[in-house]
């Protein structure tokens, strides 16, 4: 061991000490995992969200993300470790089984997509005809013309995490902190170097042909937060500050109010009277922002999430950058869970 990794080690231990063992305790994570159902010729499952794991729109656990393909398993907020793998385990369990009334289908295990259709092809998600359920159908709608289809099918794991006790004030610190070192997360746990190639059909890309229809980036980590990956040309102008929740929430404020002309050009509704989209703006809500990690509160009915953030402050923090984990059954194991709790507490 270096001096360098000496020293490093011994600020990361003082710093632990530094934090009682209340709070250690104290610490919560949760787990949204997103997998796409594929059939057993590796192809996307064009089939609708299962009726037997219940409605989309309603269920706390097993929803949809960007398309009815697309399931998203989601954990409470646990102390223990072991206990959000286990949870996560069962909701899989009741997944796979009401997938089996659905003929062949599978969760794709790859955070980058099977086999894919035309990209008009990709059914979204569906909610039904309330006012709710309509709204994120045309949000996915516009997330569709802005970015593609395609792109959306992208899966991974988001962690939410927090630690008692912790100000607005100290998670902005720790959201700078895991924005300077996020690039050793995913050098660690990247684990997408390789798609099919419908994903990139008609794109520009320097992958290579591996076998089948899979081209591959030779040392390559993680497609899925590369170039190829979740990438927006339009939200690279948009310049989010780390500084302060009253910073963070004027930048999302302008993007969320600011019209851009590229989606003024797509239009809010089709010449037949249907919505493209919920808004021109940058982004038509905050969910929209592709950020790496994300400062979050819970929400009341009705709420806007920027809102609640600013009404009463960061009561937790999304990380949404870690690949699913293609060798592990539930897309993460419990030691990368702690590598992740100790990673942030650093």
Known sequence: MNEIQAATGALLEERLKAVSRDRLLGMRRGVEKESLRAQASGGLALTPHPAALGSALTHPHVTTDFSESQVELVTGALQDVDAVVHELTQLHQITLRALQGQGDEMLWASSMPCGLPTDETIPIGRYGSSNVGRAKSVYRMGLGHRYGRRMQTISGIHYNWSMPGVSSEAYFSLIRNFRRHAFLLLYLFGASPAVCSSFVAGRQHQLQPLAGSTMYMPHGTSLRMGRLGYQSDAQASLKVSYNSL??????????????????????????????????????????????????????????????????RGVEYIEVRLMDLDPFVPVGIEAQTMRFIDIFLLH
């Open 246 to 311: 009253d910073g963070y929430g004027a930048s999302l404020q302008d993007a969320l109010t600011r019209s851009y002309p590229a989606y003024e050009a797509i239009g809010i509704q089709n010449p037949g009277g249907d919505y493209n989209q919920l808004a021109t703006s940058l982004l038509q809500i905050e969910n929209e922002f592709y950020g790496t990690i994300r400062p979050k509160r819970v929400i009341f009915p009705g709420e806007r999430p920027l809102h609640a953030l600013r009404e």
